[in-house]
């Protein structure tokens, strides 16, 4: 899978993109990013990627050529199955919307900065707006790298046990049971005896009981779409 990401500020990517799961998953060939400095597809001499709001208010507006141009050269060169626009107005990132985006080929973000993109380019170019939450960051970066993670860690051959991701939260409408390691006794507190028994149907039981005990008491809403299935 191939992301493509426009940015004033590519550096902000590099850190959470380049490391651990994602590093591997990048070094075996199963996903791709690429970075774009919006400030690369400016034509005057100030590289300049923002502009005054017309009509009046604080901060400032990204505007459209820049975004356009390397767009444009983007699709010109393949298709993209999806291109997002990181905003906090836009659908709420879920697993749901992980699963969907893990299927798909070519995907572009653009990630916002100041008060946002002129709206023109969202109304031209882009099909998804993804919001990583009920917050406002002050950039489209660290929600586009939140993007890559979550959707690049359920590329198939991405995590080296792969029921790993199935058993995460939200798979299946569920929360994630709790989890132990050694030493089995650590200040009084004991590990429960059934982990320690080595009887897999039992285990299983119990971490679906945990799950779905955690599930109603912290995430009702969960655990109503559980219900529905
Ligand atoms: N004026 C905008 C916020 C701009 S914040 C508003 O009130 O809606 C600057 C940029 O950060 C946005 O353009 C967007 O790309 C990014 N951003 C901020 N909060 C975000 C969130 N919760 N999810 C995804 N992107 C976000």
Known sequence: MRFDILSVLPELLESPLNH????????????????????????DKHRQVDDYPFGGGAGMVMKCEPIAACMDELLAERSYDMVIYTSPDGVTLDQHLCNRLSMMDNVMILCGHYKGVDERIRETYITMEVSIGDYVLSGGELAAAVIVDSVGRLLPGVLNDESSALSDSFQDDLLAPPVFTRPAEWREKKVPDVLLSGHEKNIDTWRYEQSIERTKKRRPDLYEKYLKG
């Open 20 to 43: 651990s799961i994602m590093k591997r998953a990048q070094n075996k060939g199963l996903l791709e990013v690429h970075t774009y400095n919006l400030r690369d597809y400016t034509t």
